[in-house]
């Protein structure tokens, strides 16, 4: 069975630094992409960055030049580097793994628990 387990949130001042991770875990072969999103509330969830087991990557505009998605293929982890935060950046993180192929099969569209990431200003 496949889990995706993050770690790595907390609280900061703005202007301060943070490194999100994300482990895949279970019998697993490959992944295709893996990305971060956040949900604020009172908001929806959003894309935050998303990368491609080739290591194609996307970034929301608001985070561009502060964030920095990166992966372990081999270790079927996924890292969010964040630096330069502010309070908007105050929100739940999740992580997100889509077309997982395993020992069960192709599966799309895992979720992590989510971890909290709170800016202080």
């Known amino acids: 069975q496949v889990q995706l387990v993050e770690s790595g949130g907390g609280l900061v001042q703005a202007g301060g630094s943070l490194r999100l991770s994300c482990a895949a875990s279970?019998?697993?072969?490959?992944?295709?992409?893996m990305a971060w999103y956040r949900q604020a509330p009172g908001k929806q969830r959003e894309l935050v960055a998303s990368?491609?087991?080739?290591?194609?990557?996307d970034y929301a505009d608001s985070v561009k030049g502060r964030f920095t998605i990166s992966r372990e293929n081999v270790q079927n982890t996924v890292y969010l580097q964040m630096v330069s935060l502010i309070p908007e950046d105050t929100a739940v993180y999740y992580c997100?793994?889509?077309?997982?192929?395993?020992?069960?099969?192709?599966?799309?569209?895992?979720w992590g628990q989510g971890t909290q990431v709170t800016v202080s200003s």
């Open positions: 997100n793994a889509d077309r997982i192929l395993s020992s069960s099969g192709l599966g799309r569209n895992y």
């Open positions: 279970g019998r697993i072969y490959s992944i295709d992409t």
């Open positions: 990368i491609t087991s080739s290591g194609s990557t």
